[in-house]
């Protein structure tokens, strides 16, 4: 009987192999195919002016990548030694040629800036004083947005992605985007993790000279799937480095987070006793972080919990950390890895509640369709260490959102995963 057991354990074990290969094979093709549009963009058109109804937005662009020689691509997916900054301006159709929520890719070259997605401007910056003075002429009250790309993304993916940001979001912010060396290969999953290691100075040098900057009051970090990696390890140095963050850095918003969840606590409890505000964008359909998932010895994705259920919902209210579930948001992408950019309602909801500070409190009204987003984090008394509400629907459309005095966040314990001991 112990033989046949033991047989029967190890086919059941082989079937389990089997079905997992099967599922990551899927996805690498479901990834893969998510890179056909045209490439080489960044050329700029020379337009007398933008037609009209169109839109311009202005970004610094500031990257690790290494030059590709070729203007079409202006960088690589390699790794330079020397990081660049790059003044980039993109002209997006208007609302009567595409839907918020998309970047319009140009079926072929040159783009046609009446229905497609157009560089318009490409200006290297040479000094950190041109930086400052670039910052100076596009400061948005003193806002700034730091986008962090994620997996998979060449050069131009993540400018046409943070102007379609900046736009749908209607952020008033000065736009900075960091776009680290990612080989935009499935294949290359291991190379671009550690590409974001290797980014994390160049990051932290950014963020620095925003801070820095007199003209910037305050500062949003904004990542994406892998890229939140090279966020929180950026600040986490920078908080170990300094002693504490800057106050200047006041919101990060991580959207489907790619981190191990233990890996995520240890870096958030590392960030200090004065941390910013943390919102987190998770969706348990998110078809990407399950290969992650696959691929990094089947730890649960961040970017993947359940915030309703134990051990996270304690947690993160204790953490005062919100999270918003998008489980139910429908996505137009098949791996549903990137609603907060595609959908408007979510977008919208970035720049103009929480770029603005405003945090997510206990309204009770739908998104429109019975689809809801859990907010986890909630306080109905301010002041207590901990809150009576720990998840409940919000309104993203009925611009009820309101601020509330901010409070200084708990410690998280050990882990998300259960552990009790807290991290100090």
């Excluded at 900054?85 to 040159?110: F, M, N, Y």
């Excluded at 994406?224 to 918003?253: C, F, Y």
């Excluded at 290969?291 to 970017?303: A, E, K, T, W």
């Excluded at 409190?361 to 429109?368: E, H, N, Q, R």
Aim: charged share 20%; aromatic share 6%.
């Amino acid at each position: 009987m112990g033989k046949m057991s033991s047989g029967v354990s190890a086919t059941a074990a082989a079937a389990r192999r089997v079905r997992r290969a099967a599922v990551a094979l899927s996805l690498s093709i479901a990834l893969a195919g998510c890179g056909g549009h045209v490439k080489g963009v960044m050329e700029p058109l020379n337009l007398a002016e933008a037609p009209k109804g169109n839109a311009v937005v202005d970004m610094l662009v500031a990257t690790s990548r290494r030059p590709s020689e070729n203007p079409a691509t202006l960088f690589s997916g390699e790794r330079s030694t020397n990081p660049s900054v790059t003044d980039v301006a993109v002209s997006i159709p208007s609302g009567k040629e595409r839907a918020a929520g998309t970047v319009q890719w140009p079926k072929k070259l040159p783009p046609n800036p009446e229905t497609d997605f157009a560089v318009v401007r490409v200006q290297p910056i040479e000094t950190v004083a041109q930086a400052h003075e670039w910052v100076r002429r596009h400061s948005k009250g003193g806002h700034a947005m730091v986008f962090i790309h994620g997996f998979n993304n060449t050069y131009e993916d993540s400018v046409f992605r943070f102007a379609q940001i900046v736009h749908d979001s209607g952020a008033d912010v000065t736009p900075i985007l960091f776009t680290w060396p990612s080989r935009a290969k499935v294949l290359d999953y291991n190379y671009d993790k550690e590409s974001t290691n290797y980014s994390r100075t160049s990051l932290e040098r950014v963020l620095k000279a925003l801070v820095d900057d007199k003209n910037v009051k305050d500062i949003t970090i904004l990542a994406h799937s892998m890229g939140t990696w090279l966020a929180m390890e950026s600040i986490r140095q920078m908080a170990i480095r300094d002693g504490s963050l800057p106050k200047k850095i006041e919101n990060v918003i991580l959207a489907s987070p790619d981190i191990d969840v233990d890996v995520f606590a240890r870096q958030w409890s590392e960030l200090g006793d004065k941390r910013p505000n943390f919102t987190i964008f998770v969706s348990q359909d998110d078809r990407a972080l399950a290969l992650s998932r696959y691929i990094s010895g089947d730890v649960q994705r961040l970017g993947q919990i359940n915030p309703a259920e134990e051990p996270y919902k304690t947690k993160l209210e204790a953490a005062g950390i919100t999270v918003v579930d998008l489980t139910k948001v429908k996505a137009t992408d098949r791996l549903n890895h990137g609603k907060f950019a595609e959908s408007p309602q979510i977008v919208q909801l970035i720049g103009q509640r929480l770029v603005t500070g405003q945090t997510l409190t206990d309204s009770d009204v739908g998104l429109g369709d019975g689809i809801t987003a859990v907010v986890a984090g909630t306080a109905s008394n301010i002041g207590k260490i901990t809150a009576s509400t720990v998840a409940a629907p919000v309104d993203l459309l009925s611009g009820n959102l309101r601020p509330t005095p901010k409070k200084r966040p708990g410690v998280l314990d050990a882990t998300l995963q259960g552990e009790t001991a807290p991290l100090n």
